[in-house]
């Protein structure tokens, strides 16, 4: 192999083994989407249905971030969209596919592959760290205004998943399973007992603070006396 043909064969290897969201940090999501405005597609469109497409296309994207699937949602947008446009449903579902590519640099079946094949690689190290997260949730619920377990939890899956580079859902039972695996007990009976000592806690406590207020302040206008008769002001006939 000549040392010119060597260079080749690296090159070609390594544009191969860069993955779509890797190829496209070059470009700033901002001017992915004001690109995506002189798209083919995007040039069809109004000033505002641009606006509404790409905001669906970003609807889109956190769902296949969070679920890892986009099929639904893709077909009930498109649906919704047509209904008030002069075009049919598969017109719109084309429309959102192209912003979607234009704007992200990868079409939806590609980021879905992405995430499932980061899935796919993950070191026992990196799944353990689902430990850590499942672990924090218990004092962000204490100190926490009135925090759920579940919005925590949804919470820690989100942080944990983008760091990974893996769907929410599949980091949340990760998370899930580290705890049980240690504590030989659901996370999710853990998560209704911290909701009961923290966050029913500071809604009683909160309830009990209005009511004392709503008791102590009597000084304030009376409405009106239930059941007043109306008195006329004119001459009865």
Known sequence: MTKKTEIT???????ESVTPAQSTTAISPEDREKASRESFSGRMLTNRLHADFVAVTKIIERGIHDSGTFVDQ???????????????????????????????????????????????????????????????????????????????????????????????????????????????????????ELDKRFFQAQVDAQKAERSTFVENDGGGEQGPTKGRRHTRSGPSM
């Open 9 to 15: 064969e690296k090159t070609k290897h390594t544009n």
């Open 74 to 192: 893709l077909g009930d947008y498109s649906y919704a969209i047509a209904r008030s446009q002069r075009f049919d449903a598969a017109k719109a579902e084309t429309i959102l596919r192209d912003l979607f590519r234009e704007r992200t640099g990868q079409t939806m079946n590609q980021l879905r592959e992405q995430l499932v094949q980061r899935e796919e690689s993950l070191t026992p190290t990196e799944k353990s760290r689902g430990l850590i997260f499942g672990a924090e949730i218990a004092g962000i619920v204490e100190v926490g205004d009135k925090l759920t377990f579940n919005r925590v939890l949804a919470e820690q899956a989100e942080r944990y998943g983008d760091e990974l580079g893996i769907t929410h859902a599949k980091a949340r039972g990760i998370i899930a399973e580290a705890f049980e695996a240690v504590e030989d007990s659901s996370i999710y009976d853990w998560g209704k």
